[in-house]
């Protein structure tokens, strides 16, 4: 925990005097300038007329008219001066009765530096904006009381302008307690609840002790709260304590409240979380500690600096930007017969006023505007005396040294005293320059060498663990910067000071790292033979910017990726040359070597497309003479002659005369963006011609489309009004009047359709009934998809609803028609079996007994008789075989069939090879391609293709020289298999009648058959 630290303030000053007499009804405006002065003049009925405000620009202005009496009371703009309302308040509250006759005036947001205020004894505060000469003057018409010496005045706890600052103790984030003389709780902000996590009702009437928290702490808070009581001064301890969110850190206040003149009735605590800044002084305490070690050694230059100032005779005297005294050295003091004390904060020419418009007026105003030192020697009369003065000005003001020069005036034997004090002040000059960075003295004559702790630590070495010998810096130097230091060193004594030794060098840290330092030094003392006998010198730790310096070149290595990688490159033209400059990138760009830059502006103009070159150096001339920077693209022809396109930023760059000498800019490879948009452009006209088609394809097939929000929103488009029936329904419909028309039966498959969609994902896809408003009941199919957030949440349906009413009919009649054709396939089933049956009995009959006439009474009849009796067995066979043949057509019609993979070719080849088997004596060419296949029922396929070589074969059975062909050709784009031969052939007036039942073009004389072989094909291709 930090150690408590306790906090008084300064005695002595005059505020701690008995208060002087005041006019009690003067104003001190202590506001910004451009705040209206009407506002605070009091209002008749509040306060008396009283004289103008007076008003002060500077701390010092205000302070002086209100220690002098000239102001009873102020108003306090916390932003004044540079933000230096709170001191002025802490000045006053320090020694003076409280309420202070203060208002302070504060922006919107700074209620917590109000509270500040407040605390040092303000009045009241009101808002800038909006407060009123009313509001203002009830505030400042308080009547404090005085008080004699340092004494605490009594607090007025009720007194009513305490009501704003209760409101800032209960808003605060800092904690607030008031403890009795007992050190008893009276009162705990929210704060510490907040904090601690205990109700503030816990901590009332108890002591901090009591509540048992930690002895250290309460024990630095009891001696603080001692000091208090006793003496009355405000006190301040620091502390660590456990809350809710770990240990914090805390600053705490402890003030008295006064009860009655001179008597502290009970004390106010205002704690502080400051755990930010102890983690942050925590954080840097290692460079604290390295820091304190060249702070001590910067100190002990600075102590040893202002001895010797001390010491030495030159009177040294430093005005700040206002010219108002800041040192004054003793030898200062006693040339010009006055104390530091009555000279510091005083303006120079307001205490020398015989120095105005003298050459030392004149030389210290040219030093100040031209930061330049300057040197004169000057008679003040005053002093009666002559004076050799150097001036040296800085950002900060200026510095003189003045040297009494009477006694060389006079006496010329004083002169070399005076050189020698000279050449020591300079080389005091240059200590104080390189006492910030490590300085180092080389005395060649008694050769001794000195470096300074600052160097030392530089490298990580405290004081006593360098040696200060002449070779020590080489020893720590890496080896290969030894030799040009060297060199450098010697050019300096070559040239007897002309030559800066100036030398960049490498040393090894104490832990290993490296440090760069920047080596300067200066031969301050030569002897007659030109050789050097005192030098002297600082090291200048530059590591940062060497590896600022890396990083320079590592960001220059990115930013050429980087416009490599994003294709741009950057470019510079110089208007008086034509000298153009471009990054490597460009090159690429334009397709050239790097380095293979355009000679001038015409060449350029060359690499640009004919189309565009007139744009572009019109673009660049309206840029040369208007200085408004470009942004434009063009086309480009690449030193391959490919075309390319190219996005350029240009602008202009000026000089200090604000003329033209460059322009500048970026220019961005954009031909694969052009390209895109070609495509995107390509794309979004198919998009439309598809949108086109879409809407074509919609229109024609009158569907309608909708989408739905899943509440009542639904957007329909007139065709789905059309459908609905709910074209004059006058208003937009919503999901109740779709929901409303639903088929009853229909709707609870509807609705667990939507939800399996929503919820499940699966498709809708529907068919249901609805009543148009007409009360027509009609069918409708609709499906939809689902859009859904990224996080598969539903967001909306859309989807199509097209009538089906005419397909349900259609539909339905197919169903009427199919149970009929089921019927009539039933009675030709019924048909065949009779025919099967019924017919062929009286045939077997018929032939039967034909064969048993013949058998038994063949010799009783003649050749005629028997003619007869073959004739009637012939056609007997011929009508059981055609019995046979239709019923090989019914079964056609009713077989069930199976899709496979059937070689055309080879059922072909396999008819043949059972013909030429029967009818041996036959000789018949037949070409057959192979491999013919098709997915179809290979049982329709053997019929089929049985009926039709067996006619191939039977009519082409009179031809010498037969052949027959199968094979395959396209016809539009579509196989067609072809059976071929050289036969008997048909008339194609009766090219109908070949594939009818019972249907034949030849008499069965000349080719038998039945009529139903190419019915049968026809039905198993169809099939």
Aim: aromatic fraction near 10%; hydrophobic fraction near 40%.
């Amino acid at each position: 925990m930090a150690q408590p630290q306790s906090r008084t303030p300064v005695t002595g000053s005059p505020l701690s005097q008995a208060a002087l007499p005041r006019d009690p009804d003067s104003l001190l405006l202590l506001v910004a300038a451009d705040v209206e002065r009407t506002r605070f003049n009091p209002p008749a009925a509040i306060a008396p007329q009283t004289a103008p405000p007076i008003e002060a620009t500077t701390l010092s202005q205000a302070l002086d008219l209100w220690l002098t009496g000239r102001a009873g009371r102020a108003v306090l703009d916390l932003s004044w001066a540079d933000g230096s309302g709170l001191a002025f308040l802490s000045v006053l509250s320090a020694y003076q009765q409280r309420p202070l006759p203060v208002v302070v005036l504060v922006e919107a947001g700074q209620e917590r530096a109000a509270l500040e205020a407040m605390k040092l004894g303000a009045a009241d505060y009101l808002f800038v904006e909006d407060f009123t000469p009313e509001a203002l003057w009830a505030r400042l018409n308080l009547k404090p009381q005085p008080s004699p010496g340092w004494q605490r005045p009594m607090a007025d706890t009720s007194n009513p302008t305490c009501q704003p600052y209760q409101n800032l103790v209960e808003n605060s984030p800092d904690i607030i307690e008031r403890f009795d003389r007992s050190l008893r709780h009276l009162y705990v902000s929210p704060a510490l609840t907040r904090i601690l996590g205990i109700d503030a009702a816990a901590f009332l009437g108890k002591t901090c002790r009591e509540l048992g928290f930690d002895d250290t702490m309460v024990n630095d808070w009891e001696a603080a709260a001692a000091v208090v009581l006793a003496t009355g001064e405000k006190q301040v301890i620091e502390f660590a304590a456990p809350t809710l969110v770990g240990v914090r850190h805390f600053e705490m206040a402890i003030a008295p409240e006064w009860s009655e003149p001179g008597q502290i009735g009970s004390l106010l605590c205002i704690s502080r979380d400051i755990s930010d800044r102890v983690a942050a002084q925590q954080t840097q305490q290692q460079l604290l500690t390295a820091a304190r070690s060249a702070q001590r050694e910067a100190q002990a230059a600075r102590d040893g600096l202002a001895r010797v100032f001390d010491r030495i005779n030159d009177g040294i005297i430093a005005f700040d930007r206002d010219s108002r005294c800041v040192y004054l050295n003793p030898s200062g003091e006693q040339i010009l017969g006055q104390t530091a004390l009555e000279i510091l904060g005083r303006q120079v020419w307001a205490e020398f006023p015989e120095a105005l418009d003298t050459p030392i007026y004149e030389v210290y105003h040219r030093a100040i505007e031209q930061q330049q030192p300057e040197f004169l020697e000057y008679y003040f009369p005053p002093l009666d005396g002559w004076f050799e003065v150097r001036l040296y000005p800085d950002s900060d003001g200026i510095t003189v040294y003045f040297t009494d020069i009477s006694d060389r005036k006079a006496a010329a034997a004083q002169q070399q005293q005076t050189e020698d004090l000279r050449h020591e002040l300079t080389l005091l000059e240059q200590i104080v320059d390189s006492v910030l960075a490590g300085y180092w003295d080389f005395d060649f004559q008694h050769q001794t060498a000195y470096y300074s702790p600052g160097l030392k630590a530089m490298f990580g070495y405290a004081e006593d663990e360098l040696p200060n010998r002449f070779d020590t810096w080489q020893q720590i130097a890496f080896a290969d910067d030894i030799p040009k230091a060297l060199a450098s060193l010697d050019r300096h004594v070559q040239s007897r000071g002309e030559v800066l030794h100036y030398a960049e060098v490498r040393y090894r840290h104490k832990n290993g790292a490296t440090v760069w330092v920047l080596c300067a030094g200066q031969v301050i003392e030569w002897d007659e033979a030109g050789q050097p006998l005192r030098m002297v010198g600082c090291h200048v730790d530059i590591t940062p910017l060497k590896q600022a310096e890396a990083q320079l070149r590592k960001n220059q290595a990115h930013l050429q990726a980087a416009q490599r990688i994003g294709n741009l490159g950057s470019w510079e033209f110089e208007l008086a040359t034509e000298q153009i400059i471009w990054s490597d990138q460009v090159y690429h760009i334009f397709g050239l070597e790097v380095g293979a830059c355009p000679a001038s502006f015409e060449a350029l103009q060359s690499y640009f497309h004919p189309a565009d070159q007139d744009r572009h150096r019109q673009t660049v001339e309206a840029t040369i003479a208007t200085h408004q920077p470009y942004d434009e693209e063009f086309c480009i022809l690449r030193a391959d002659g490919s075309l390319g396109y190219i996005h350029v930023k240009g602008e202009v760059l000026v000089d200090g005369a604000n003329q033209l000498t460059h322009l500048t800019g970026t220019v961005q490879d954009i031909s694969d963006r052009k390209r895109s948009e070609v495509e995107r452009q390509r794309a979004e006209t198919q998009l439309q011609a598809l949108s086109l088609r879409l809407s074509l394809a919609l229109e024609s097939g009158r569907i309608g489309t909708w989408d739905w929000d899943l509440c009542q929103a639904v957007h329909w488009d007139q065709r789905m009004y059309e459908i609905w029936g709910f074209e004059g329904l006058g208003r937009a419909a919503v999901f109740d009047d779709w929901a409303a028309r639903v088929h009853g039966d229909d709707w609870p498959t509807v609705e667990a359709a939507i939800h399996q969609a929503l919820q499940d994902g699966l498709p809708y896809d529907i068919e249901f009934r609805f009543y148009r408003p007409d009360g027509e009941l009609r069918w409708v199919r609709a499906a939809a998809v689902v859009q859904r957030s990224p996080a598969g949440e539903a967001l909306a349906m859309v989807g199509i609803n097209y009538d089906i009413t005419e397909h349900k009919r259609a539909e339905a009649e197919l169903l009427r028609t199919t149970a009929q054709l089921r019927a009539s396939n039933h009675e030709l089933e019924a048909f065949a079996y009779s025919v099967s049956h019924d017919l062929r009995a009286p045939l077997r009959a018929i032939d039967g007994f034909s064969r048993a006439l013949i058998e038994d009474y063949g010799d009783q009849f003649g050749e005629e008789g028997l003619d007869y009796f073959n004739r009637i067995r012939h056609n007997v066979g011929r009508m059981g075989q055609l019995i046979d043949d239709l019923l090989r057509l019914s079964r056609v019609s009713r077989q069930t069939m199976t899709f496979v993979p059937v070689d055309l070719s080879a059922l072909v080849q396999e008819q043949i090879d059972e013909l030429q088997r029967i009818a041996a004596e036959r000789t018949v060419a037949v070409a057959i391609a192979p491999a013919l296949t098709v997915t179809a029922d290979p049982t329709l396929m053997r019929v089929a293709i049985a009926n039709l070589v067996q006619n191939a074969w039977k009519f082409t059975a009179h031809q010498p020289s037969a052949r027959i062909g199968f094979g395959l050709e396209m016809q539009q784009g579509e196989p067609v298999y072809y059976l071929c031969d050289n036969g008997a052939g048909f008339d194609m007036a009766y090219a109908d009648k070949l594939f009818g039942v019972f249907q034949r073009l030849h008499n069965t004389g000349e080719f038998p058959g039945t009529g139903i072989g190419l019915a049968t094909v026809q039905r198993a291709i169809h099939r």
